[in-house]
């Protein structure tokens, strides 16, 4: 039996699904979240929750933290009722956030500098892989912190992969991650629309390339929607890429780093978006493309 | 034992596999090539070899085509002292050669018009995939053909996928495939240089990406070579994404469709090319982008 006390904030489609595993391993949960149906939904399921961040901090050892950026991450620790009000000395913060590395270094440099421990460690998987417990981490801070959390990160996630002792690595190697990603899928919809405006059996292409050397996660995962043309039911929106590959690309900015792959899959999805399809599933990138496909080519 | 006679044309790093393994299983295979090393190598490793094309088809049930393109693929069959001048009727000829659609339709045609079965069908999975005969076939032909065939290529392929009954479509089958393979490859390289930018362990981004959603089948066979910027012992080399590529986007522009990530992918080939790497391994896309990652990035 785990007798240590988390305090969980950020309880949406992912985080609810890893407070719950921790929970049942036996941790001391405290969820919070600002949305009270988030709050009803892990007190359905048996966790305890807290109605500010103050009272989920309630004798915690480890904070973690789901929130969708870099801003509520900020908001949640230094804001006013944060962390920060309430943290004891030593505190462990879990920041599961995808931010930008200079951001993600800043917090860290400011939790340090208020004798807490901040592990930058987004994850990847989505919220399949929450649920199953088979996300991927991608840690980085100090060692001692890190070890010491091995136990929570393999209650959630199947992989742990520390990648560097600075916070801010973390959040760089998922913003690499996610320039793969968004153009895996940005390019699993240009391949699928030009195979339906040269009129060929999407099943039989996406069963070619699926176990060819063509294959990539994105294609085996999303193809199946573009086949289908069904794009209502998101697991992920086509905006969530228009998020994410801003971040690579203004990463790459400032790196002084040209990504004309990343820049040229993000036009993708922003078209995707602004004709109407932002909160469509974002296999839905495949539209912006089969604005072009309908039609028969010229003789 | 098989009693069938096939004259295998093109006896290079794929085809010279792919024969082995049909004589290996019985089958008479007559082997063919212009250049003399290659009809020793299949000499040594007990196979047939004829001085010529004619000598290759005698007595002949299956003409298999593995030539490197389409030029050469009609030359073998119409060109002076080519198939068609020594075929018997109803021959069967199974091209495995990669080339535009509108060249194997136009094939198709001739042969058709000659009492000649064609089967347009290119294989996936290099040449590791034709040594251990686990290739993807996509064929496109005459149904009963193919089926015909189905224990020709199950020797030489682990998948064979019909993709239509009209030669061409197996051509844009492929063509779709090797627009995935070239951006999925050009986007490992863009995000290991832009990794190696940022100063971050290229080895544990490899862990990361590879096992998660940014997984490609590209990147977990090309990535190795990459972070240890190794392109001095090419499986593949830069020039063939460039002439695959080319394909692609010649293609695209046919179709009247816009393929922008495939067209931005062939510029980093063509850069790498271009920068004295054409020879060397295709992971070599890597060096277009890495001559914007050794410095450090500015404050």
Redesign the interface.
Known sequence: MNTKTIAFIGLGAMGSHSARRLAAAGYRVQGYDLRREALQALADAGGETASSVAEAMAGADYALLFVVNGKQAEQIIFGTGGIAESARPGLTIMSCVTMP?DQAASLGQRCRENGWRFIDSPV???TAGASRGTL?V?AAGDPAAIDDCRPIYATIAE?L????ADPG?GA??KT??????G??L???G??M???K??G??LQ??W???N?????????N?RGPRMVAQNFDAPTSAVDIFVKDLGIVVD??R?????????A??L??FLGSSGAGNSQRDDAAVMLY?AG??PAE??A
């Open positions: 590395p990847s998987g989505g991927t991608m992989r992969m520390v990648v560097g690595q760089m190697v690499i991650n996610q320039l793969l990603c153009v895996h940005a390019a699993a240009e391949a629309a030009m195979a405006r040269a060929l059996d039989a292409v069963d070619v390339v176990y060819s050397a063509a294959g990539s996660w994105m294609m995962d990463v790459a400032a790196l002084r780093f040209p990504a004309p792959l990343a040229t899959a036009q993708s493309y072009f496909a080519p010229d």
